[in-house]
């Protein structure tokens, strides 16, 4: 199922007035495919990441998460709603120092009340699946920082969400590690089927999105196919 902002528009108090964030912003991202969201620091990517997985409310629009539109929801459903649909992989990892990388999947499944047998399964085919099975034992001061990014994006996919929403995720990584997980996220999303939603300042691996929009001052200022 697909990620569809429909002419969103964000505010903040600003003094005496408001700062718009977001200038009725529409995207469609349709499942299986990979969006990039770029833009200069300020220009918006945060909030649009922000208000599509339900963590703010725009002033006006329509945000719709594989089918349901969020607007009327109270915050108990739309905790439920990123529980069931909404994978998110946030800049820095936080990985849970104490546990291992198999454990830092689970934690997540058991959250939302799965069979034991079913979350380690499925915990250890996600690592599978971001070429970690080897590394499921290890804690996260005994992995590499691309290492730790690739457990980040598993964590996110642990409860097969419709949509993928991922924060600057080679921030913090060389350019070859970056390549890497980009290649990995493009990967995963056309096998899983996610409406997957990419917010970067790096423009080097854009060739391995499948649509690029830019933020400027709020507005949607260009799109660019990759």
Known sequence: MSLVLDA?????????????ALDAVSLTVPAGTLTAVVGPSGSGKSSLLAVAATLVTPDSGRVVVAGTETGKLTAAAKAELR??????????PNLLPSLSAVEQLQVMAHLSGRPPKSVRDRARDLLDAVGLADQAHRRPHQLSGGQRQRVNIARALMNEPSVLLVDEPTSALDHERGAAVMDLLATLTAERGTATVLVTHDRTHLARTDHTVTVQ???LAESVDA
């Not at 969103?8 to 718009?20: C, E, I």
């Not at 529980?83 to 820095?92: N, T």
């Open 83 to 92: 529980r069931e649909h909404i994978g998110i992989v946030f800049q820095q």
């Open 217 to 219: 001052d709020g507005r």
């Open 8 to 20: 969103v528009t964000l505010t903040y108090p600003d003094g005496d007035g408001r700062l718009t």
